[in-house]
């Protein structure tokens, strides 16, 4: 999607693609892959990001809990995807993806630990990793890849 509907840019010789603008999903009908209402909660999130109601200045101020309430507001995300948006797009980069599974399979690998943990585990094991909790969170969700897509995740073929 955002090779074929979103802008591209160069940096250092690496040509990186963004993901769509809300100018372009508002006007989205279908795209290959999505199923289900993924496109119409594309769609809604285009509207709601021209209505303002995505401001990331007035996201950011708002406490943690308050932002995330409003994100879920909206039509599509829910706990896990609330919590991305704040960490990615609102740079919250000292919290965590408490719901992120794929993180949570990755920690209990790492700290050889026989089950996944529980929120209170997470934030005890990932209290060193202050003031860059997130940056360290997506670190060890992608080395269960191989650390693939570290960097360039974007980047053309």
């Known amino acids: 999607m955002c090779r074929e509907l979103g802008a591209s840019i160069d940096i250092h010789g690496h040509r990186l693609y963004c993901f769509p603008g809300p100018e ?3 006007q989205m009908k279908s795209f290959k892959g999505l199923f289900g209402r993924k496109v119409e909660y594309l769609t809604a999130l285009g509207h709601a990001a021209l209505a303002g109601e995505l401001d990331t200045e007035t996201l950011r101020a708002l406490p943690r ?3 995330l309430a409003q994100l879920k507001r909206l039509a599509g995300i829910g706990e896990f995807g609330s919590q991305l948006i ?3 797009a ?3 980069v000292d919290e965590l993806p408490t719901t992120e599974r794929r993180l949570l399979e990755a920690i209990r690998g790492a700290y050889g630990l026989a089950h996944e943990p529980d929120i209170a585990e997470l934030e005890n094991i990932a209290e060193p990793w202050r003031p860059f909790r997130m940056w ?6 992608r080395s269960l890849a191989g650390g693939a897509g570290m960097t360039h995740s974007r980047a053309a073929g």
């Open 136 to 141: 360290v969170a997506v670190c060890f969700r």
């Open 90 to 92: 609102l740079s919250a």
């Open 65 to 67: 809990e308050e932002s």
């Open 24 to 26: 372009v999903l508002v």
């Open 86 to 88: 704040r960490l990615r």
